[in-house]
């Protein structure tokens, strides 16, 4: 295919094909910035830490387990508790010196109102860590 041509009484035709050699020299123009630019957008601080021969103490938290069944009745750790007994066992455990972790089960027929009141009641004591323990969904 030839740009030019010295016969001027030849109709001139529009270019079909594109010119991407200048796309190209853009694209690698910019590749090469952006890796000679990658190392300055780290902001790591460069520390030399110390060796230490100690190993690390692992605390495990206790784990509490609290069940609520559908009528209502609390359970701390498999064992029912009376009215006022669960207070008493929430100031015990944020007493401890690591906080336990507090597992809550519930009936699914269990009224909101008594989840709510248990979750008031740890955080009025300031036990924060609270999970709660569902059933995996069966698939089908």
Known sequence: ???????????????ADINVTPMVDVMLVLLVIFILSAPMFTNAVQLELPKAQAKAVQQEAETVTLAIDAAGTVYWNNDALQAGELEQRLAEAAALPQQPDLQLRADKDTRYEVVAQVMAAAQSHGLTRLGFVTDPKEKK
């Open 1 to 15: 295919m030839a740009f030019g041509s010295f016969n001027h009484h030849r109709q001139k035709e529009s270019m």
